[in-house]
């Protein structure tokens, strides 16, 4: 009775799969432009209409960071004004990024310097939140409580965990502060052409 219902199981399992599944020579490839542009569109737009792009590039180590037209560029300028707003265009030169006018409610075009930016920030502000997640250091106290029938009150972790659970919002302070590179010696932003 049960080789009865492997068999019967085993064929309800290939019919399935060999309804849904297509033969390999009937599937049809996908372009390299269509892949692109599934992966990153604005960098297959550049690529393919042959645009100007922003490179910040790490110079002792060649590491590379791209932004292409329609990215979010965050950037902080000499007179210490912080921007975060698509790029338009791209020159030799400058940059021009579509920036929102609160007193009359309407985006205008800032045309921006290379020489005036200061600092890229490479992701933005994340805020401080204090939540479930922040109390994961408790988690392996109650697994020892529930495994090992240790006293959670008399465990000497707790302080630690105490300790870590206080201090997580710090590392979102951390992290903040570590997310924009200074343009320096080592750091610099320039514009490539793509051919």
Same mark, same amino acid.
């Given at each position: 009775?049960?080789?009865?219902?492997?068999?019967?199981?085993?064929?309800?399992?290939?019919?399935?799969?060999? !309804?849904?599944?297509? @033969?390999?020579?009937?599937?049809?490839?996908?372009?390299?432009?269509?892949?692109?542009?599934?992966?990153?569109?604005?960098k297959a737009r550049s690529i393919f209409n042959k645009d100007r792009y922003l490179?910040?590039?790490?110079?002792?180590?060649g590491k590379r960071t791209k932004f292409y037209k329609g990215d979010v560029f965050?950037?902080?300028?000499?007179?210490?004004?912080?921007?975060? @707003?698509?790029?338009?265009?791209?020159? @030799?030169?400058?940059?021009?990024?579509?920036?929102?006018?609160?007193?009359?409610?309407? /985006?205008?075009?800032?045309?921006?310097?290379?020489?005036?930016?200061?600092?890229?920030?490479? /992701?933005?502000?994340?805020?401080?939140?204090?939540?479930? &997640?922040?109390?994961?250091?408790?988690?392996?106290?109650?697994?020892?409580? &529930?495994?090992?029938?240790? @006293?959670?009150?008399?465990?000497?972790?707790?302080?630690?965990?105490?300790?870590?659970?206080?201090? !997580?919002?710090?590392?979102?302070?951390?992290q903040n502060g570590l997310r924009s590179k200074k343009l320096t010696d080592n /750091?610099?932003?320039?514009?490539?052409?793509?051919?």
């Open positions: 009775m049960t080789q009865l219902r492997f068999c019967i199981l085993l064929f309800f399992l290939c019919v399935s799969f060999g !309804s849904f599944s297509q @033969d390999v020579h009937q599937r049809e490839a996908q372009s390299v432009e269509e892949l692109m542009y599934k992966k990153d569109p604005s490179v910040l590039e790490k110079v002792r180590s965050r950037f902080k300028t000499r007179d210490n004004t912080v921007y975060e @707003d698509n790029l338009y265009d791209i020159t @030799d030169s400058s940059f021009v990024i579509t920036s929102l006018n609160e007193v009359m409610n309407r /985006y205008e075009y800032v045309e921006i310097k290379l020489k005036d930016v200061e600092r890229i920030y490479k /992701y933005p502000k994340r805020p401080i939140r204090f939540g479930i &997640a922040n109390f994961s250091p408790f988690a392996y106290i109650l697994i020892e409580w &529930a495994a090992w029938n240790v @006293d959670p009150i008399t465990n000497p972790k707790l302080i630690l965990a105490a300790g870590l659970t206080a201090a !997580s919002p710090l590392f979102t302070v951390l /750091y610099r932003l320039r514009v490539f052409q793509s051919f």
